[in-house]
């Protein structure tokens, strides 16, 4: 992603550049964009990575990337309206720099189909004005409500896969006056069969002492139509729970020191949480095992995954592995 909006930025064209014919520009928005050069650099990447994105999916899915992309732009209307070129530019550009690094991840293709992030912009309310009663009371209320999919889905187990991640609670960024939520989508894998997917989610309560978050680890067999089971990666063996585990503790010591502070009986906690597919970030690279906030140890550690290779993992591994087996 990175790697594609430094490109894109090196090759914007000259100073004043946006995506549409300055000398029709209507309203503040595209008078700002029209007068700033940075801002219309950022407007003709949009375009491109827009273009670039309706190119690879599907007939359904760019009608939903077009009712996704005007939803930001009435958004935009509502949350920076300010009639001054230089208000409007510095009320525009974050959210600018926000939406190209939506649309850069908007498609990802593995394994032969496609993934799809999409999401839906509603503005709420704008900034109070006046004291505070608690600290970020006032901010401008809106909502963005994200959806991670399989294009156009051609098997039952896409289709429950699909059906899976949408029936998820929660899946907005914004806040609503008393919540500020942050959410994200991390595809760690796909296969032929299998496919790994993070859901990250965070969020602050107006008042609150500090914010809390954690991933929900939805590994699924896309063949059968099923959640990933252990048998789906290992072989009925004794062994690879407690390799593992002790992995595990070793790879927690080293991240947060020998002296971290794990909870009293947080070594049968890990043996435990190894063990679920729930706990499972499943890689190419190999099997890691998260551990989220509290899970082992106080908020003051945070979350963490520690991953063991594949190879080290052979031994245990069943023949029809869905991924690591060699």
Known sequence: MVAILAALFLTAGSAHAASFDCDKASGPREMA???TDDLSADDEIMAALYAGAR?????????????????WLRFLDKACPQKDVKKQAACLKPWYRERLKFLSHTVTEKAGRTFLTLDEWTFIAPEKKG???????????YREDVSF???KPASDGERAFNALVAKQSDLWNGFDGEVQRSTWFKLNEATENFASLDIF????HVGAAHGFGAAKHLNYRLDEARPLQVKDIFAEKDGWQK??????????????????GL???????????????????????????????????PYAMGDHTVTT????????LAKDAVIGAQ
């Open 309 to 316: 290779p594949w190879k080290d993992l052979a031994p245990w």
């Open 243 to 260: 390799t593992l585990a002790r992995r595990a503790l070793d790879g927690l010591h080293k991240i947060v020191g020998e002296d971290n």
């Open 55 to 71: 190119a690879r999916i599907s007939a359904d899915a760019v009608k939903e990337l077009r009712d996704s992309q005007v939803s």
């Open 33 to 35: 964009i029209c007068k």
């Open 201 to 204: 989610r965070w969020e602050f």
């Open 149 to 151: 999919a399989i294009d």
């Open 263 to 297: 909870f009293d009986g947080a070594e049968e906690t890990i043996a435990e949480m190894v063990g679920d597919p729930k706990n499972w970030v499943v890689t190419r690279e190999g099997l890691g095992v998260n551990f989220p906030v509290y899970s082992v140890g």
């Open 131 to 141: 004291e505070e009663e608690m600290p970020g009371a006032n901010q401008m209320r």
